[in-house]
């Protein structure tokens, strides 16, 4: 490490504790900012960690929707993001109106959104899941019960076949995972024909295909490290990799390439966004701070209790 990030990560670990504050960071943030967090984990992690955590400040190194489901489950504590800007394409993919008038259209169906929504979304929702639970969720709605999925089409379309549920699903996409290239991947299967395939559910269902494991970030990284398997091309996010390298120093992981040859389209740039630096001043400044409508996170709040108790 050089020695400026050296004097940050110390400058950090300082203000940590005169904060009174926990990091909580997603696996596909900089393994920098990973290394310094408190809770590294995916989706779901961060949501049933949250309220545990005796800190009155948490900083939630990810992307807004995320800081926005842990202010919804900890009002009561200040949370704060290194970049307010720190999006999601996914999430954007489903502008709240919209998405209240298409659940209007269809006022019987059982609303079940992709936590990757914004909390106006989630307020709409009956059921939030992740890419962890969400087969588990959906199995357990009622034989009868006519379902509402958004916003992601990819994930949608993998319940559907999974389950054999009939559902309406919004057509939503993240642009990280849209770019896997199926040709690239055959291609590196046949260079490395032992390698196992890993998959995140948001990708097109051709690349879902050729997956000997589909899961969430979690899901994967524990099939990486239980698997006999010496060599891995993982299809999802490039961050995750900091942690399988690190949890399975004796395997190798590629990552799948994208469709436009040289782009670096596999990178979330909004996750991107997280960087000491900011970690450093949003701590230093409690700022910025994630507020949410109290009336939105009175709804919302149901919706994310109900995925937390049916995950268990
Ligand atoms: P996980 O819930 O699998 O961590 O995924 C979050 C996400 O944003 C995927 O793009
Ligand atoms: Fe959103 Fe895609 Fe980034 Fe995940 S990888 S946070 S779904 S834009």
């Not at 009175?298 to 994310?304: F, G, L, Q």
């Amino acid at each position: 490490m050089e020695n400026s990030n050296v004097s940050l990560t110390e400058e950090i670990k300082r203000l940590k504790k005169e904060r009174d504050a926990a990091i909580m960071a997603h696996y596909y943030t900089d393994g920098e900012i990973q290394d310094l967090a408190d809770v590294v984990g995916d989706s779901l992690a961060l949501a049933q960690v949250a309220r545990t955590l005796p800190n009155k400040v948490i900083v939630l190194c990810g992307v807004h929707f995320m800081g926005e489901t842990t202010k919804i489950l900890c009002p009561d504590k200040t949370v704060l993001v290194p970049d307010m800007e720190a999006g999601c394409s996914l999430a954007d993919s489903c502008p709240a109106d919209e998405f209240e008038k298409f659940v209007k259209e269809h006022p019987d169906h059982t609303v079940v959104s992709y936590v990757n929504t914004s909390a106006a979304v989630k307020a709409l929702t009956d059921v939030v899941v992740t890419s962890s639970n969400a087969l588990k969720i959906v199995k357990a709605l009622p034989e009868d019960a006519k379902i509402i999925f958004g916003p992601d089409r990819n994930l949608g379309n993998y319940i559907s076949s999974e389950t054999g549920r009939k559902m309406l699903i919004w057509d939503g996409a993240c642009h990280v995972h849209e770019q896997f290239s199926l040709e690239g991947i055959i291609r590196l299967k046949k260079e490395h024909p032992r390698a196992k395939v890993l998959v995140h559910p948001e990708c097109k269902q051709a690349v879902v295909l050729l997956a000997d494991k589909v899961g969430s970030t979690a899901a994967l990284l524990n099939y990486a490290k239980e698997s006999p398997a010496r060599e891995f091309i993982v299809a999802t996010e490039s961050g995750i990799l900091h942690k399988m390298r690190l949890q399975c120093p004796e395997k190798t992981f590629i990552p799948a390439p994208p469709e436009e040859a040289g782009c670096a389209c596999n990178n979330c740039a909004y996750m991107k966004l997280n960087t000491l630096e900011k970690l450093r001043d949003c701590l230093r400044d409690l700022a910025p701070e994630i507020e949410v409508d109290p009336l939105i996170a009175s709804e919302a709040v149901k919706s994310i209790d109900r995925m937390l108790s049916m995950s268990e």
